[in-house]
Nanobody, 121 residues
Framework: QVTLAESGGGLVHPGESLTLSCVAS????????MSWYRQAPGKRRELVAW????????DYASDVQGRFTISRDNTKNTAYLQMKNLKPEDTAVYIC??????????????WGQGIQVTVSS
């Protein structure tokens, strides 16, 4: 059974930091590119950050670049999203995503249940 378990969300004030973790099980983690998405009420889901299988290449949405950092530890089957200088506009459910780099079918893509991040003064 494949699971992606997110943790580390919560309520913070603007300007504060938070780090999310995504622990994967039931898959060959080193073969999966990892992403963080987010979805706010009334908004469509958007890609926040992506990291390749080896952790050597990353990409970010323009509105989080310079503030967020995605990373991974393939020895721990874990992906991370470090979020700094959080803004109210970052409030959303953050969702971990794993994509099999060896198989193109979306049936081999997996999603976490999501975790709430709320930034409020």
């Amino acid at each position: 059974q494949v699971t992606l378990a997110e943790s580390g969300g919560g309520l913070v004030h603007p300007g504060e930091s938070l780090t999310l973790s995504c622990v994967a099980s039931g898959l060959a983690f080193r073969n999966y590119g990892m992403s963080w998405y987010r979805q706010a009420p009334g908004k469509r889901r958007e890609l926040v950050a992506w990291i390749n299988t080896a952790g050597l290449t990353t990409d970010y949405a323009s509105d989080v670049q310079g503030r967020f950092t995605i990373s991974r530890d393939n020895t721990k089957n874990t992906a991370y999203l470090q979020m700094k200088n959080l803004k109210p506009e970052d409030t959303a459910v953050y969702i971990c995503n794993a994509v099999d780099s060896l198989r193109p079918q979306t049936a081999y893509d997996y999603w976490g249940q999501g975790i709430q991040v709320t930034v409020s003064s």
